[in-house]
Each structure stands twice: as C-alpha cells, then as structure tokens.
C-alpha cells in the first residue's frame, strides 16, 4: 500500500524512522514535502472564520493534506489504488500495522471518504470529550450521528488529529471541493462538513507523538 508522508524539509530526522519503520511493516512510505508556515501563500481562499482566529501555522498544515490528495488524485489517473494511507511524520505505528490495515479494508463499508486511524479529542464511540477546549468545540459542529454499526469502525461527531487516515481515492476530488476554501483547523472542518462520510477505527493504528526521542524509545 502506498503510503503518503507529510514531511517539512529540515525535518530529515522524522522522515527516516518513519520511512524506516513503514519499510519494516511491507508499506511504501512516499514523501509529501510539507507546505512550510514561513513561505505560505496568503493568496489561497479563506474564509471570514480563520481570517479572524486563524494563523500561519493552521494554514500550511491544512494546504500539505489538500497537496497530498491532489498528488494522489494525479498519481491515480488509472485508479489503479482504491486507497491510500496518509500520515503526518510524527505517527508512531503499532506493530503488526499492515497486518491490522488489512483487516479494517477487508470490512471497509462500501460508503465512505476518511477513516481515520487513530484520533484523538471527542473521537470515541461515546463523543465524550476530555477537555474544555474540545468540549466548546463540539458546540460549533453540526454533523449528527447516525445508526452506524461496524465491527472496527465507529462514526465520530467530532475529532481531533489528522496525523493518520485512510483515504478513499474514487472520492478525493469530493474532498477537494468541499474543503478548498480554509474555514478553521482541517479536522474540525472535515468534523462539520456533512457531504464527507468519515469514521474512525475503534483501535488506533497509529499514535501521534510530537517528540521524536520518545519515538525512537517506542519504535
């Protein structure tokens, strides 16, 4: 399976103990040169929301995963992969990874954009959150649950984390118009966009960590 790594330039370290490790789980790690915060192109499409509580930093993460889907979508003209697995470069795989991936989309339902792999917030089959911060940000989602049941997946409300999902291919450009203005922070804009079926895995298949020493003790 390939796999699509969003990874800053200077930040040589995290892409070998990733690309390192994804080798070692049998997945083809391909480096995303991530969008940098210093050299963002304030030009892109914002709306009134992020122009007033927005910064740099939140744009450039939300521009290098819209980068990556257009990759992918140019790399799969033939739609030769129905999938893709997109990382951040501080997600720490589980051991057996591929083993577990394999399982989940053997069992994938047939609707569906995102499947997130491990996130974090209110993301559980409860939409209970853990803190105040995630707490006042689920007031502002409007996405309502449904009857979903499923064996690996649930249906989050909302969530935090985009560090690792799974993507459907045939569905990216239905990802790409719906989120190519910048409304807030990506996770919360997928959370509150209800024409994008998204669930999340009831295990995490990858943790988000931003220390790279504690991610080598681990890895």
């Not at 295990?203 to 960590?209: P, V």
Request: positive net charge; glycine residues 2%.
């Amino acid at each position: 399976m390939d796999v699509y790594v969003i990874n800053l330039d200077h930040q040589h370290e995290k892409w070998n103990i990733i690309k390192n490790k994804l080798i070692a789980h049998n997945l083809n790690p391909i480096k995303i040169r991530a969008v940098n915060s210093y050299y963002i192109n304030d030009k892109s499409d914002k709306t009134t929301l992020f122009k007033m509580f927005g910064n740099q930093r939140l744009e450039a993460i939300y521009a290098s995963h819209i980068k990556v889907w257009k990759t992918i979508l140019k790399n799969n003209k033939n739609n030769k992969n129905k999938y893709s697995l997109i990382l951040e470069d501080d997600a720490i795989p589980i051991n057996k990874l591929n083993k577990h991936l394999n399982k989940l989309i053997k069992n994938i339902p047939e609707k569906w954009d995102i499947i997130l792999l491990g996130c974090i917030g209110c993301c559980n089959e409860d939409n209970k959150c853990n803190n105040i911060l995630d707490s006042f940000t689920k007031l502002f989602v409007t996405h309502k649950k449904t009857n979903f049941k499923h064996k690996y997946l649930f249906e989050p409300l909302v969530f935090s984390g985009t560090h690792a999902y799974l993507i459907n291919n045939k569905n990216i450009k239905l990802l790409i118009n719906n989120l190519d203005k910048i409304n807030y922070h990506l996770d919360i804009s997928i959370s509150n966009n209800t024409n994008i079926i998204k669930y999340a895995s009831k295990k995490n298949y990858l943790i988000k960590n931003q220390d790279i020493n504690h991610m080598k003790i681990i890895i």
